[in-house]
């Protein structure tokens, strides 16, 4: 009797896989899940180009770049990190800023934009004022998603003078491809060998944990809450989202979790794609956090230079359809009191049009720079260590 119940449940589980995918990727009305795009043909860096595009920009750039491999993966890629800063090999008293991508292998602007965002700043930060536009201005529309000049036109304008004020008043931290295997083999999932749902098999019995659910910070409301958490089929190794065997339990988890505990971030922004929206905490839940208001006004400054649609926890969308435990956000706002955003890309996994891939790079340059400017007057309300028992024990669906 048991194992017919734990098979319905495992069923109950898949078809919810199936539903949700569509229902994200459709909750823009302006997404046409049908729509081609013409001219597919934009090549994505590989692991190995993007390395190599590192290790020559950071010899380069020494005065504000810095080079760093956090740990290496099961098939012993470096996970990279890219530090922004005027003093890059000195820790400032300066905000800091998270930017991370690629979690998920084969979601691939999530790391396009943040390579493209080093190339932007590295190449602008040394070079003088410019008339971008030939208009007979310098940095008059800067790229922030408006017409500043009022010409027709957006962003032609980039402010080489707004990079240096970043540069010189912000350490930025950039993990653009946190799950390097994941990427090469252009799966959701890492490469790692599982040894059984719990680790507790002498066989592998699959391959690969979703990174993006093995944070542990919210993994109690697995067991609280099962059916409503779906932990039957994320607890499943075969799973697209299986959380691993324990809260981080993966090289790349590892990794960030380190270079945050040594490092004070005030904001951090994790690219993902796709749906063209921003998500922030709580995922898993429908109240609302200590710092709401700071969260709206941060992400409606987002939604207007990207002109996605911001969805916060308490908007239902993510808690009716089961919610997300394990993921990064919550665990760096909850347990480390960052100001922590989900972005979700395009309205494809990975379009390769190149007008389209351009473009999100573009945007998410204003993006990035804006969340660097914002970063000095963020003071969250949350209080970490008593988090569980005041803000959120009983998710309110």
Known sequence: MGSIILKFMLLLSFIFLLIVPSSLALINNNINPLKTYENDNYEYYSYQNMTDL???LAANNSKIMLLESLETSYEGR???MVKLSDNVSENEDEPNVL???AHH?????????????????????????????QDGLVNEDIIDGLDNDEDGFVDEDPSEDRVRDVINNTQIFLIPMVNPDGVEANTRKNCAPNYGPFGNSNQITSYGVNINRNYGFDWIFYYLFPFRFHFFMNAWDLSSNYRGPYTYSENETRA???????????ISLSYHSYSEIILFPWCHTTQKTPDEDLFLSIGENISRIDKYRLIPGSDYLIPRLGGNLGTSENWLYGEHGIIAFTMELCKRRAPTNPAIVLDTCIKHVGVNLYVCERAPSIDPKIKTDTYKSLYSFSPLL
């Not at 790391?111 to 971008?132: A, P, Q, S």
């Not at 380190?258 to 971030?265: A, G, M, P, S, W």
């Open 105 to 133: 292998g084969n979601e691939k602007p999530s790391f396009e934009v943040l390579i493209y965002f080093i190339k932007h700043i590295v190449e602008l930060y040394n070079k003088e004022n410019t008339d971008d536009d």
């Open 78 to 80: 470096n996970i990279w």
């Open 54 to 56: 590192f290790i020559d």
């Open 99 to 101: 930017l991370m991508g």
């Open 256 to 266: 960030v979790k380190k270079l945050v505990e040594d490092n004070n971030f005030k």
